[in-house]
Nanobody, 128 residues
Framework: QVQLVESGGGLAQPGGSLRLSCAAS????????MSWVRQAPGKGLEWVSG????????YYADSVKGRFTISRDNAKNTLYLQMNSLKPEDTALYYC?????????????????????WGQGTQVTVSS
C-alpha cells in the first residue's frame, strides 16, 4: 500500500534552517508529482511547494518563495524540502502529498483535492 513518511521536523530559531524528508513506498514514485502542504495551529491546509515527477519543474507559494527549496531523488523514492531563513509563521505540521494521477492537469498542482495520499506529518516549530 502507499506510504508516505515525513521526517526532519523539529525546533528551529528564526533565521535557521531545517530539511524535511518524505520517504515514499507502495507506488512508482518517479511517475508522480509531489507536494508539501502545511497546517499552522488553528488554520487550514496551505499548499507550500510542488515538484513534477522528473524534478524538472518546481513551484512555490509566495510565502516561502526564495527561502524554501523542494527537490526529489527518484532513485531513493524520497522527497525533500530545504527550509532556510525560517520565520515564526512557518510553524506548522508539514505533510507530503502524492498527486492523484501521473499526468498533472494544467494549473492544478496547488489544488489539494488532486492529492490522493498524505503522510502523517512532521512538526516544525520556529521560535527563539
Amino acid at each position: 500500500q502507499v506510504q508516505l513518511v515525513e521526517s526532519g521536523g523539529g525546533l528551529a530559531q528564526p533565521g535557521g534552517s531545517l530539511r524535511l524528508s518524505c520517504a515514499a513506498s507502495g507506488f512508482t514514485f518517479s511517475m508522480y508529482a509531489m507536494s508539501w502542504v502545511r497546517q499552522a495551529p488553528g488554520k487550514g491546509l496551505e499548499w507550500v511547494s510542488g515538484i513534477y515527477s522528473d524534478g524538472s519543474d518546481t513551484y512555490y507559494a509566495d510565502s516561502v518563495k526564495g527561502r524554501f527549496t523542494i527537490s526529489r531523488d527518484n532513485a531513493k523514492n524520497t522527497l525533500y524540502l530545504q527550509m532556510n531563513s525560517l520565520k515564526p509563521e512557518d510553524t506548522a505540521l508539514y505533510y507530503c502529498a502524492k498527486y492523484g494521477t501521473s499526468m498533472v492537469a494544467p494549473m492544478t498542482l496547488t489544488s489539494l483535492r488532486r492529492y490522493d495520499y498524505w503522510g502523517q506529518g512532521t512538526q516544525v516549530t520556529v521560535s527563539s
